[in-house]
């Protein structure tokens, strides 16, 4: 009943609002996008019918929602048919310092800046919206500067481009948020320095949760690069790459140059570097805690296939698969130099491949091992195994442990062998197979 209150309290509120706002309609009130914003008051809707606007617009502080008829529909086909076309003479979206626009229901196209190729925002909603085919120097799909909270969620991020960091998403150093990133398709974006897919930096609070970022590109952090104590949590992140350049070519997945990022339950698999780091790269200070993740199928034409530390960072590493990874050179699933020191706790190495070094090479530093399953060594640490985990079907990218309980035909060593004191009582086929300690 509580409940049922609250919700006819909020829809009076939002009833009363919407009672003093005004629907403009384009092109039949105003012959411009522009046109309609300019004559709009804070709470109205610019409503933009079908077709191509050859614009370059700016909300001006207006805080409204400019919307094709998705907004009012729910069909999905006007997005693709409301097109707002930047023609290379500027970006295309500039928001400003609002702080409750809302951009919904467009595709962004054509656009060039030096921030935001696509959209330039500050304190927004953008969402369901497919943005496309966009250069900036920074941000070549979106750029976010200073100011308030930014949701950007349901959009196609695609085939943007940057000179130097973000060529799908860019955050500012000066970004004070927080953002949040979510459910978002981000494709085949490009960048010349780092972030082909996301770029985030400074001490903003910045979410990147559940996220499809596949076939990327940048000099270092072809899918993502993280740069501050951000959240990066349940993404796929999938066969994106880190090209050399000079030193550059590393984070095929994720590069992380410092901080202490929360990274969590993400598919990162058949990410390429051409230096170091085909799945994650981890550089300078910082202490990250990375876990539940799957690590596979990644490659580095150097060093660490799956993963590399290096520089004086402390990670804590725990609940990971790490499988299948190859570096040319050495350290197939993990490469650990400089000073890093990190915990691996409840963590399997297993079928990775390198010239030196198959699953773990040390060039300096301390790592410790804790608990983990790690192929042909009997490592050093309480609780450590070397015995094969009996996955589900890895050959089908399948890495769940067997589960006899689950209808598969054995049993895998590694249930309820992991650390005691991780407590692991749920019993989820398609997650953990624990009922006393973890997996």
């Not at 983990?372 to 195994?385: A, E, F, K, M």
Request: net charge negative; glycine share 14%; aromatic share 8%.
């Amino acid at each position: 009943m509580k409940k049922v209150i609250i919700i006819a309290i909020v829809a009076a509120i939002c009833f009363a609002a919407q009672a003093y706002a005004t629907i403009i309609n384009i092109p039949d009130d105003y012959p411009t996008i522009q046109t309609g914003i300019n004559a709009s008051s804070d709470g109205d809707t610019v409503l933009v019918q079908p077709g191509t606007y050859v614009e370059n617009i700016n909300f001006n502080g207006h805080n409204i929602v400019l919307g094709s008829l998705f907004l009012m529909t729910g069909d999905t086909t006007y997005i693709a048919d409301t097109i707002i076309d930047g023609d290379s003479a500027g970006t295309v979206v500039t928001f400003g310092n609002d702080t409750i626009a809302v951009l919904t229901g467009f595709t962004i196209q054509n656009g060039s800046g030096d921030f935001g190729g696509g959209i330039f925002c500050s304190g927004s909603t953008i969402t369901e919206n497919i943005i496309k085919e966009n250069y900036a120097y920074r941000g070549g799909g979106i750029h976010c500067e200073e100011g308030p909270p930014v949701i950007i969620s349901n959009n196609v991020i695609t085939e943007n481009s940057s000179l130097n960091d973000g060529g799908g998403i860019s955050f500012s150093l000066f970004f004070d948020g927080p953002a949040t990133v979510k459910n978002n398709t981000i494709i085949g974006n490009s960048s010349g320095g780092r972030g082909g897919g996301i770029s985030q930096n400074g001490d903003s609070v910045i979410t990147v949760l559940d996220n499809l970022i596949i076939g990327n590109s940048a000099d270092d952090g072809g899918g993502i690069c993280s740069v501050g104590n951000h959240s990066i949590i349940n993404n796929t992140i999938r066969g994106n790459s880190a090209s050399h350049h000079v030193d550059a070519g590393i984070g095929g997945g994720i590069f992380c140059g410092g901080g202490s990022p929360i990274i969590r339950y993400n598919t990162i698999t058949e990410n390429s570097s051409d230096y170091a780091g085909g799945g994650i790269f981890f550089y300078e200070y910082g202490s990250p805690v990375i876990e539940n993740n799957l690590i596979s199928e990644n490659i580095s034409a150097n060093l660490g296939g799956g993963i590399v530390t290096y520089g004086n960072n402390s990670p804590i590493i725990n609940n990971n698969t790490v499988s299948n990874n190859s570096a040319d050179i050495a350290g197939g699933g993990y490469y650990c130099a400089d000073n890093s020191s990190p915990v691996f706790i409840n963590t399997i190495f297993w079928a990775n491949t390198a010239r030196t070094d198959n699953e773990i090479h040390i060039d300096g530093g301390t790592p410790e091992f804790i608990y983990c399953d790690i192929q042909d060594t009997l490592w050093p640490g309480i609780g450590n195994v070397s015995v094969e985990p009996l996955f589900r079907d890895a050959l089908n990218h399948d890495y769940h442990l067997m589960s006899t309980t689950c209808g598969d035909l054995y049993d895998s060593p590694c249930i309820d062998t992991g650390a005691p004191t991780i407590l692991d009582s749920l019993l989820d086929c398609s997650w953990g197979l624990g009922a006393i300690a973890s997996d």
